[in-house]
């Protein structure tokens, strides 16, 4: 939440930080960067919930791991014709 402390507005803060989060993660397309904005915003209400990065942190680290290691696995599962 550095960029609130530089802009000094909080919710301007927010949507910048989710802005550059999405910037981030141009390399998935942009509807990839789109839903990364989105996502970013999430992650700043989760962050002002808590009160702790930790637990965004957590969330974010708990979404790549259903991403890249369970949906796959599950699709590979329910391919017919395979073992």
Same mark, same amino acid.
């Not at 999430?42 to 930790?54: E, K, R, T």
């Not at 708990?62 to 290691?69: F, H």
């Given at each position: 939440m #550095? *960029?609130? #402390?530089? %802009?000094?507005?909080?919710?301007?803060?927010?949507?910048?930080?989710?802005?550059?989060?999405?910037?981030a993660? #141009?390399?998935?397309?942009? !509807?990839?960067g789109?839903a990364?904005t *989105?996502a970013?915003m999430?992650?700043?209400? %989760?962050y #002002?919930?808590?009160?702790?990065?930790?637990v965004? *942190?957590?969330?974010?680290?708990?979404?790549?791991? %259903?991403?890249?290691? %369970?949906?796959?696995?599950?699709v590979?599962?329910r !391919?017919p014709?395979q073992?």
């Amino acid at each position: 939440m #550095l *960029i609130t #402390l530089a %802009v000094g507005d909080a919710p301007l803060g927010m949507a910048a930080s989710a802005l550059v989060f999405g910037l981030a993660h #141009l390399y998935l397309g942009w !509807r990839g960067g789109a839903a990364t904005t *989105i996502a970013g915003m999430f992650l700043s209400l %989760v962050y #002002l919930a808590a009160g702790n990065l930790l637990v965004p *942190i957590a969330v974010h680290l708990a979404t790549d791991w %259903v991403g890249l290691l %369970v949906l796959p696995r599950l699709v590979e599962w329910r !391919r017919p014709g395979q073992p």
